[in-house]
């Protein structure tokens, strides 16, 4: 038994970008049948590195692989008028189309809302792009690295005196695809209880970095100020940042001062402990130098899973900072099976993250992702057109 | 941007605390659900007294817990005593989602097991969001965003190149395990559409943080390479990288993704063309040739001309900078509503714009048992059951 209670959702994917790859990974990983379709020459991110091994192929790219994992993939060349009316056909059949192209781009593929809301008035239009669809920066194009710093999620991060820092593992995107996500499955929802029109949705990478940068917002918004970079450390709470330990490193994040006596404790520096100055959280952070030097010394003893299971023994929030490959490794994580094994045809058998979250103690099954044009013949077939190669429409290639 | 109402009738008891849990309960509420926060004036929520504040004092100073909780009612009871368990019986009859994100111990030890919420109301959708787990060896261990980042192993994978891991600027597991409940929920409550019945999720926020790391374990799996942290690089464009502008702490980012994106920006910063494998292997240089360029340049000029060229780049932005961005405010981001205690109160979110959906106007957060008692009118109780309650010290 798998949990999919996406299934019978069908979606359609014109995702270029990593933020309409996710989001389509997520909708496929709850049940949804969500069909990629990649121009002749496969999806970009066919050609983006790290490959399996060191030789591109366009089905061993590691983000493909990840990031359309649960499709199955339709070959259509939208350049031609015959793929538009290929696309055409495909999009009277699904539940949501699903894009993330900016709007000049989209328009010239036939993707006008006001075009598709009158011709499919059951569709949901969900165009996530990276500065949204109205407003004068609407065709700008970027990625990871320039949404999170136009959404304000780069600024917060790093050193003051250096460069701000983009956040590890294309984490705009994935903000971005956890919001779509969210307002796709809502108007679902609308759609389906009303038995009335789809909508269309505009979701804006930009916002969402935008959205989750905390209380960042709020300060600037009631304070007129913006937190500057902190260099790692938590703005409020101390101890709160990544300390270097025996063989790794831990993370912390105090609130109170009972917290922050348990921390020198923890490492056995009685006299620390003691510490006036840790009574009060402003005097804390005002000592933060020193004190985190004595605290680096004495974390220095002691290895990440020992004071990860002692430090939570005496009330510390405190985290072992996993690296990958300990992350395989971590016991809760093993006791829930969280990570799933792959087969690929191509790229091998390996291990990959599970999913977010479980319904009735199931988890969702993630199939692989598709080879380029795998599943042409079988997804033109379903929409009534000709998968015969012989009288197959031209612009269509599988 | 007003309150779109893709979720009228969808009735949400948010029981939950801190900033995952509301933040599912926010967008449940944005998307116009009818959203109930209960809390306990007798502890309070750690969002009320959190920064900044609005107002000088008091339970309902806090900017940012008026955010969280805008367009929900507020409801106080104290699950201590056996008539606020009744009301909380009653509630979840009433209710299609219980969201709560406490240790797996605590609503079994308030009378509340996911058996008997089932039994009181077979069709609820019941998302409970841990830390780190119902079963397993650390799951009465305390979680924040912080540790959860390096939990997840998002931690690693920041920093600056060749040292140590750095926190991000945000505690952003919690707004990652806030938004995958509210898309756990919803899809759970399509699931019951067609079976009629309730559903149990279980949404350990670890996980939900472990699964954004990306290709970071396929890397390991695959190629045995430990990825770590790269900076502002990728391990595949170059550049790729946030570059010192002109002014005071000014920044610009800046991408070359493919050959002729780098054929438009290479000669100007005085470097030839050059394949992928070359520009891979010249980054250092390449980087360095291309700040000695960006820094003569204030960022929002270099940014519109490289969108000329075809080149990817933007400003590094901050919060404040985004309060006043003339982009977000033509999008309608940013929303002054009124608010009881704090005046007029800008407001940032949601990252959507819907068309041809009903909206209808935002509410402030409620002030601390704001509504108590009109819901417990709507439950049902009269007002001299309400007075029995209040005397037994259950709407505390």
């Known amino acids: 038994m798998t949990a999919r209670p996406l299934q019978g959702l069908r979606v359609l994917d014109l995702s270029r970008e990593l933020r309409g790859a996710y989001c389509g990974r997520l909708l496929a990983e709850y049940g949804a049948d969500v069909v990629v379709v990649e121009p002749p020459e496969g999806n970009p991110w066919r050609g983006v590195g790290p490959f399996v091994g060191e030789t591109p192929h366009p089905e061993k790219s590691l983000f493909f692989l990840h990031y359309y994992a649960g499709r199955r993939s339709v070959v259509v060349d939208l350049e031609t008028p015959q793929g538009r009316r290929v696309l055409d056909a495909l999009t009277a059949t699904v539940d949501v189309l699903l894009h993330d192209l900016p709007p000049g781009r989209a328009s010239a593929l036939g993707l006008e809302p006001d075009r598709l809301a009158e011709s499919h008035p059951r569709l949901i239009l969900a165009a996530v792009t990276a500065f949204g669809e109205v407003g004068p920066e609407r065709a700008v194009i970027g990625g990871d690295l320039v949404v999170t710093a136009a959404g304000g999620l780069a600024a917060l991060t790093g050193d003051p005196t250096r460069a701000p820092l983009r956040p590890g593992g294309d984490q705009g995107e994935h903000i971005t695809a956890l919001h779509a996500a969210v307002v796709i499955v809502a108007a679902v929802l609308a759609r389906d209880a009303s038995a009335t029109t789809g909508v269309h949705l505009d979701v804006s990478a930009q916002e969402s970095v935008a959205s989750v940068l905390e209380n960042a917002m709020e300060f600037a918004l009631l304070e007129n100020r913006t937190i500057p970079r902190q260099n790692g450390r938590h703005p409020i709470s101390w101890p709160g940042r990544v300390f270097p330990c025996d063989g790794g490193f831990v993370v912390m994040s105090c609130g109170s001062a009972a917290q922050a006596r348990a921390c020198f404790s923890l490492v056995g520096d009685a006299v620390t402990a003691a510490d006036p100055v840790l009574e009060d959280r402003d005097v804390r952070r005002a000592h933060a130098d020193r004190l985190e030097a004595r605290l680096i010394e004495g974390l220095g003893r002691f290895g990440p899973e020992d004071l990860f299971h002692r430090g939570q023994d005496l009330g510390i929030p405190i985290g072992v900072v996993h690296t990958p490959r300990s992350l395989l490794d971590d016991p809760q994580l093993v006791a829930d099976r969280f990570f799933r094994a792959m087969e690929h045809p191509d790229a091998g058998d390996y291990t990959d993250l599970g999913p977010p979250f479980r319904i009735d103690a199931t988890a969702p099954h993630l199939t692989r992702a598709p080879r380029l044009g795998e599943h042409s013949r079988a997804v033109l077939s379903e929409v009534g057109l000709d998968a015969d190669g012989r009288q197959e429409p031209a612009g269509v290639a599988h | ?396």
């Open chain 2, 1 to 396: 941007m007003k309150r779109v109402l893709l979720l009228g009738g969808i009735r949400v008891i948010d029981f939950s605390t801190a900033y995952a849990g509301p933040y599912a309960g926010k967008l449940l509420a944005d998307l116009g659900a009818a959203v109930i926060h209960v809390e306990t004036g007798d502890r309070l929520d750690i969002m009320r007294e959190y920064p900044p504040h609005g107002a000088a004092d008091g339970p309902d100073r806090s900017a940012i817990f008026a955010s969280l909780h805008r367009n929900k009612r507020g409801l106080t009871l104290n699950l201590k005593t056996a008539g606020a368990r009744g009301v909380m019986e009653r509630l979840v009859a009433a209710s299609d989602v219980l969201l709560e994100n406490f240790t797996p111990r605590v609503l079994p030890s308030l009378g509340f097991p996911w058996a008997r919420l089932q039994t009181l109301n077979p069709r609820l959708v019941y998302c409970a969001m841990p830390g780190f787990g119902a079963s397993g060896p650390h799951r009465e261990y305390r979680s924040y965003g912080p540790t959860l980042e390096g939990q997840s192993g998002l931690a690693s994978l920041t920093g600056y190149e060749g040292e140590a891991p750095l926190r991000m600027g945000c505690s952003y597991p919690d707004m990652v395990g806030g938004v995958t409940g509210a898309f756990a929920i919803l899809a759970a409550l399509r699931e019951r559409t067609r079976t009629g019945r309730g559903a149990l999720i279980e949404l350990p926020q670890q996980q939900a943080a472990a699964a954004l790391t990306g290709i970071a374990v396929s890397e390991w799996s695959l190629n045995g390479r430990v990825m770590g942290r790269l900076g502002n690089a990728h391990p595949w464009f170059v550049p790729h990288g946030i570059y010192r502008s002109a002014g005071h702490d000014r920044w610009i980012a800046i991408v070359v993704r493919d050959d002729p994106a780098w054929a438009q920006l290479a000669p100007l910063v005085g470097l030839p063309a050059m394949s992928r494998a070359e520009r891979q292997r010249r980054r250092a240089e390449i980087d360095a040739r291309i700040e000695a360029w960006t820094a003569e340049h204030e960022p929002e000029a270099l940014s519109r001309r490289l969108h000329g060229l075809g080149v990817e780049a933007y400003p590094v932005r901050t919060a404040l900078e985004l309060a006043r961005d003339p982009h977000l405010a033509a999008r309608g981001f940013i929303e002054t509503i009124p608010h009881p205690t704090l005046g007029p109160l800008p407001y940032a979110g949601p990252p959507w714009r819907v068309t041809r959906a009903e909206t209808a106007p935002h509410t402030a957060a409620p002030r601390l048992g704001e509504h108590t008692e009109v819901i417990l009118g709507e439950l049902g109780y009269g007002q001299g059951e309400m007075d029995a309650l209040r005397a037994e010290g259950a709407l505390r």
